[in-house]
């Protein structure tokens, strides 16, 4: 059973830091391009980051960049997204998620597996 598990959300003050950490299992983490996606009440899940199996080819969205860093750990089957500079708008529910194929990887559909989410909610 394949299974990602987000944690690290939590309420932060703008201009303040959190980093998200996802714990993977029941795949091989290091055939897997891993992303970062966000989800806003009543909204559609959007593209954050993403990063390839060498964690040497990384993408972000406009908004984040400069701002948010994803990386990762094989050895620990670990994805992580350190997330500075935070705003309001940074509110939401953030997902983990893996890609076995090859190309792009800014799209929800691309993905073959998702973790739970976990809230983070940026105040004034």
């Known amino acids: 059973q394949v299974q990602l598990v987000e944690s690290g959300g939590g309420l932060v003050q703008a201009g303040g830091s959190r980093r998200l950490s996802c714990i993977t299992s029941?795949?091989?983490?290091?055939?897997?391009?891993m992303g970062w996606f966000l989800q806003a009440p009543g909204k559609e899940r959007e593209f954050v980051a993403s990063?390839?199996?060498?964690?040497?080819?990384?993408t972000y969205v406009d908004s984040v960049k400069g701002r948010f860093t994803i990386s990762r750990d094989n050895a620990k089957n670990t994805v992580y997204l350190q997330m500075n500079s935070l705003k309001p708008e940074d509110t939401a529910v953030y997902y983990c998620?893996?890609?076995?194929?090859?190309?792009?990887?800014?799209?929800?559909?691309?993905?073959?597996?998702w973790g739970q989410g976990t809230q983070v909610t940026v105040s004034s």
């Open positions: 990063i390839r199996w060498n964690g040497g080819v990384t």
């Open positions: 998620a893996a890609d076995r194929t090859v190309g792009s990887t800014t799209h929800v559909y691309e993905y073959d597996y």
């Open positions: 029941g795949l091989t983490f290091s055939n897997y391009a």
